[in-house]
């Protein structure tokens, strides 16, 4: 069904970790890097020349790209980058394209050659140091998984602030936001697509021995990271909109905090590894405080506008709930940051740069008003509950690539009845 090995972390020095990834909008938990196969050990037998020559070519170029990309990208460098966020990252990510639909033909219609090689890659944040299954369902999740991650890292760059022409406060263009929030979804989609139809392939003995990086409570939290910041854009474009309500801004704040709730619940007992894993547990965290600060200060200004003691109380608490948010995600900002690989924050902008300035300010001028209305008995001093909203925001769906067409010759064998069958 797959034979598994694992490498300790402690055996080999290959795994190798910058001490600063820089400026961090998007959280990326490392490249796993594929190591090389010579697919004509385990396939010279079963596959034409020109095929077995096809698949191991797309795949080499795979393994060198990556292994050239990931210590760039980890240091959100904007070297030769384009405007949609590097042009090494889109190649790479041309390359897993390519690949996919020739390494699926391993697995079609359930042909025993999906056993055949030993695909081996280097994980970010499992104990161990790398992991090699015989198996192509674990390569094609691997894939997905990369696919994903440069998606992510894609967004980063088009959301680290640039100077202005006019020479102002570093921002991030409209054109860029908009763009990102497509390539959250994208990112989205590959991990949605990973957990519905990539997971269930394997058998459950061989689920549990993925490493960390591929578990699904894992896949899962990166796909409501994607939506959650996804949805953080989309906030902020409507705070900068003179016709978005403060129900609209509400709304999208609550949706916020179900995303980063949900992603933390999903990484919450993972046995992540420090490092990467660990950091990437506190980057939900402090998201999903972020996420309360901002839904708990929309909320609290709609109650504001009831005409009733209690609304106005309700207010005030919410208002209140909303600040100590604000200063617990700056203290989990700056646990994040120091966590090793270190990083830091880009100057702020969109939602929280807007929100930074008016939750302290909102919050201490309703107090007082509303203290001095009210007697102390009349103000909640708990928060409200905040109210439950749908997410609007879905992932892209993404669907596996037909096999290419090479794989349907005759002269394909997996050991099955037919070589139609392939």
């Not at 403060?246 to 992540?272: F, G, H, S, T, Y």
């Not at 740069?353 to 309703?366: A, G, H």
Request: aromatic share 6%.
């Amino acid at each position: 069904m797959g034979c598994l090995v694992s490498t300790p972390q402690d055996s080999v020095e290959n795994r190798k970790r910058p001490g600063s990834i820089g400026d961090v909008s998007v959280y990326v938990p490392g490249f796993r890097i594929p190591k090389p196969v010579d697919f004509s050990l385990s396939l010279g037998d079963h596959l034409p020349k020109n095929l077995m020559e096809r698949l191991s070519a797309l795949r080499t170029r795979v393994v060198v790209m990556a292994g050239q990309e990931a210590p760039t990208v980890s240091r959100t460098r904007r070297k030769s980058s384009t405007q949609h966020g590097g042009s090494t990252l889109a190649d790479l990510h041309q390359a897993l394209q390519d690949y996919l639909p020739v390494l699926l033909g391993l697995v079609k219609d359930g042909s025993q050659l999906q056993h055949n090689v030993q695909f081996a890659w280097m994980n970010q944040e499992d104990e161990a140091e790398e992991t090699a299954i015989s198996n192509a369902w674990y390569e094609v999740l691997s894939v997905l998984h990369l696919m994903a991650m440069l998606s992510l890292s894609q967004a980063n760059l088009l959301l680290l602030p640039r100077t202005s022409a006019d020479g102002y406060q570093p921002k991030v263009s409209e054109e860029n936001r908009r763009a990102s929030v497509d390539i959250f979804l994208k990112a989205a989609g590959y991990l949605d697509c990973a957990v519905r139809h990539v997971l269930p392939q394997f058998p459950t003995s061989l689920r549990e021995d993925l490493p960390v990086d591929l578990a699904e409570g894992v896949l899962r939290a990166l796909c409501l990271q994607a939506l959650g910041q996804g949805v953080d854009i989309q906030l902020g474009m409507a705070i900068d909109s003179a016709k978005a309500t403060l129900a609209v801004k509400r709304r999208l704040a609550c949706e916020m905090v179900k995303c980063w709730q949900q992603a933390q619940d999903n990484i919450m007992n993972l046995p992540l590894a420090n490092g990467w894993g660990g950091k990437h547990r506190l980057f939900i965290k402090w998201k999903y405080v972020e996420a309360k600060a901002a839904a708990y200060y929309y909320h609290g200004l709609i109650l504001d506008e009831g005409n009733t003691e209690k609304s106005h109380g309700m207010a005030v608490a919410a208002l209140q709930a909303a600040d100590e948010y604000f200063k617990e995600s700056k203290r989990s900002c700056e646990a994040f940051n120091a966590a090793s690989p270190l990083s830091r924050n880009p100057p702020l902008w969109g939602t929280m740069k807007y929100l930074s300035e008016k939750i302290p300010k909102d919050t201490s001028s309703k107090v007082r008003i509303n203290r001095d209305l009210y007697s102390h008995e009349k103000i909640m001093e708990t928060a409200p509950t905040l109210p439950d909203f749908s997410l609007a925001l879905k992932p892209d769906e993404f669907q596996l690539p037909p096999v290419v067409p090479s794989w349907n010759e005759e002269n394909v064998g997996g050991g099955q009845a037919s070589s139609n069958q392939l």
